[in-house]
């Protein structure tokens, strides 16, 4: 079998989020708001903290060693890291670097981060793929870390309520076996809404300065209904645009994977396709919105309750700023057995 057709596969996931829970009664001691409403319009009871020397670097780290050890592979032997974050721990260098060290991999491997918001486990699942299946790269770490709790404006009741830190890491491997590990997948963009969720100062168009820290402009910012809307069309299509790339039917998809930003968005997009929610697995309710870590931190927990077993077709999908969005088939894999 010639290089060019390996198969890349999640050989191990591992997740880690921060121990202080932020309650929706917290929240209505903080903002105008309630736990009914926020249950009500999002389905988020309670969302993690993280503190201040645990950052996405921290967090993704504990992630990335729990996948490694649950696979009993060694530091030494990943080749690849791509961390997907929006909160990186600095400007620069990236969070990719920052965690090649915590984690001591070696230094002749490529490690950077991909910025593409909520899509951003799902872009970095498929650069991964592209450059492994040639064989050039054997194992890579691909990381979602996440410290939302740091963009958010606390004052804001209409962003604060929805948002949670973690980190969630999946070990890729490739294999000779055809047809399994990531199958299809497609992804897309569309900058001409990028104000619809975005952080307009801190960057190099507008550094930080005393002003757009009084006025808060380094805070993240939603057009919440309008980003509702796009979530639920683009999420839908794209499930519809891998599935038909792939040749494959709803039916035959045993588990639905998206981002978790909101249960109704999840609700619209399962029955835009005719699915029963029983398909669509949530934690939501426990971790808000996590951004690029909600991905993996989903899929360890449906493979740790024993949902997805070897075999099973597993739809990602996902949206997020920029805007962005994309979607991966996969076949689960678990050659040890
Ligand atoms: O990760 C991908 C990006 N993020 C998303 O996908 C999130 C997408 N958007 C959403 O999830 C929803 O739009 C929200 C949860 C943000 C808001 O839900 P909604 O049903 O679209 O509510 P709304 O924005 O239309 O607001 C309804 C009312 C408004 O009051 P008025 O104008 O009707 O008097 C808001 O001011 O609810 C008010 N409101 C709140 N009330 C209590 C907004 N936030 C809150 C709050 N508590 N936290």
């Given at each position: 079998?010639s290089?060019?057709?390996?198969?890349?596969?999640?050989?191990?996931?591992?997740?880690?989020?921060?121990?202080?829970?932020?309650?929706n009664?917290?929240?209505?001691?903080?903002?105008?708001?309630?736990?009914?409403?926020?249950?009500?319009?999002?389905?988020?009871?309670?969302r993690?903290?993280a503190?201040?020397?645990?950052?996405?670097?921290d967090?993704?780290?504990?992630?990335?060693?729990?996948?490694l050890?649950?696979?009993?592979?060694?530091a030494?032997?990943?080749d690849?890291?791509?961390?997907?974050?929006?909160?990186?721990d600095?400007?620069?260098?990236?969070t990719?670097?920052l965690?090649?060290?915590?984690l001591?991999?070696?230094?002749?491997?490529?490690c950077?981060?991909?910025?593409?918001?909520?899509?951003?486990?799902?872009?970095?699942?498929q650069?991964?793929?592209?450059?492994?299946?040639?064989?050039?790269?054997?194992?890579a770490?691909?990381?979602?870390?996440e410290k939302?709790?740091?963009?958010?404006?606390?004052?804001?009741?209409?962003?604060?309520?929805?948002?949670?830190?973690?980190?969630?890491?999946?070990?890729?491997?490739?294999?000779?076996?055809?047809?399994?590990?990531?199958?299809?997948?497609?992804?897309?963009?569309?900058g001409?809404?990028a104000?619809l969720?975005h952080?307009?100062?801190?960057?190099?168009?507008?550094?930080?300065t005393?002003?757009?820290?009084?006025?808060?402009?380094?805070?993240?910012?939603?057009?919440?209904?309008?980003?509702?809307?796009?979530?639920?069309?683009?999420?839908?299509?794209?499930?519809?645009?891998?599935?038909?790339k792939?040749?494959?039917r709803?039916?035959?998809?045993?588990?639905?994977?998206?981002?978790?930003?909101?249960?109704?968005?999840?609700?619209?997009?399962?029955?835009?396709?005719?699915?029963?929610?029983?398909?669509?697995?949530?934690?939501?309710?426990r971790y808000?919105n996590?951004?690029a870590?909600?991905?993996?931190l989903?899929?360890?927990?449906?493979?740790?309750?024993?949902?997805?077993?070897?075999?099973?077709?597993?739809?990602?999908?996902?949206?997020?700023a920029?805007?962005?969005w994309?979607a991966?088939?996969?076949?689960w894999?678990?050659?040890t057995?």
């Amino acid at each position: 079998m010639s290089s060019a057709e390996l198969s890349v596969f999640i050989r191990a996931i591992g997740v880690h989020t921060p121990e202080r829970k932020l309650m929706n009664a917290d929240l209505a001691a903080m903002v105008d708001t309630s736990d009914e409403w926020i249950k009500t319009r999002s389905g988020i009871s309670e969302r993690r903290i993280a503190g201040a020397g645990e950052n996405p670097s921290d967090m993704g780290a504990k992630a990335a060693n729990q996948a490694l050890g649950r696979a009993k592979v060694a530091a030494a032997d990943v080749d690849l890291l791509i961390v997907a974050t929006m909160t990186p721990d600095v400007p620069f260098p990236s969070t990719a670097c920052l965690l090649q060290a915590k984690l001591g991999l070696r230094r002749d491997i490529p490690c950077f981060d991909v910025s593409a918001a909520c899509s951003g486990f799902v872009y970095a699942l498929q650069v991964a793929k592209d450059m492994m299946r040639g064989g050039a790269y054997r194992r890579a770490l691909v990381v979602g870390a996440e410290k939302l709790s740091s963009v958010v404006d606390w004052s804001d009741r209409t962003t604060c309520v929805l948002f949670g830190d973690g980190a969630g890491a999946a070990l890729l491997e490739t294999t000779a076996t055809p047809d399994v590990g990531l199958l299809g997948n497609i992804l897309g963009a569309d900058g001409s809404n990028a104000e619809l969720l975005h952080c307009a100062a801190g960057g190099s168009a507008a550094p930080a300065t005393a002003e757009s820290l009084r006025e808060g402009r380094h805070f993240l910012r939603m057009n919440g209904k309008e980003v509702f809307r796009h979530a639920v069309r683009v999420m839908a299509e794209s499930c519809e645009r891998v599935l038909a790339k792939c040749g494959v039917r709803s039916e035959q998809v045993a588990w639905f994977i998206p981002h978790q930003a909101n249960i109704r968005i999840l609700e619209a997009v399962a029955s835009q396709l005719n699915v029963g929610m029983e398909r669509f697995p949530s934690n939501l309710g426990r971790y808000g919105n996590t951004s690029a870590a909600s991905i993996p931190l989903a899929l360890e927990e449906a493979w740790k309750d024993g949902k997805i077993r070897h075999g099973d077709l597993v739809l990602i999908v996902a949206f997020g700023a920029g805007l962005t969005w994309g979607a991966t088939l996969l076949r689960w894999h678990e050659p040890t057995r």
